[in-house]
């Protein structure tokens, strides 16, 4: 079990861009799938962007593919989530989340994730 906090929200204007951060204490953070999701007000929670043990492989949504990057540095225990030409429809609640696993799958359901942060603000004002 890994204990995950986030940082880097905040408001932004349409088109600029954010850096996320979750660091993680307790655990192995090496041996984790990292994965960041998003939840909106009134709408469910969505896969965002995830990213494999060594950060070779990513996966990403879609609605973020080409303007979001996942990527992570073991020795710091911190996943990333670069966020550029932002959008008003990626206001969010962004939270990062991880699964211990040594599989090369990817999971994009949050139910296949064990541990999870508070989530951090990210809103974007047009």
């Known amino acids: 079990q890994v204990q995950l906090v986030e940082s880097g929200g905040g408001l932004v204007q349409v088109g600029g861009s954010l850096r996320l951060s979750c660091t993680a204490s307790g655990g192995t953070f090496r041996f984790y799938i990292l994965g960041w999701f998003r939840q909106a007000p009134g709408k469910e929670h969505e896969f965002v962007a995830a990213?494999?043990?060594?950060?070779?492989?990513?996966s990403y949504a879609d609605s973020v593919k080409g303007r979001f990057t996942i990527s992570r540095d073991n020795a710091k225990k911190t996943v990333y989530l670069q966020m550029n030409s932002l959008k008003p429809e990626d206001t969010a609640v962004y939270y990062c989340?991880?699964?211990?696993?040594?599989?090369?799958?990817?999971?994009?359901?949050?139910?296949?994730?064990?541990?999870w942060g508070q989530g951090t603000q990210v809103t974007v004002s047009s």
């Open positions: 990213i494999n043990r060594s950060g070779g492989v990513t």
């Open positions: 989340a991880a699964k211990y696993s040594s599989s090369s799958r990817l999971p994009q359901l949050g139910s296949e994730y064990n541990d």
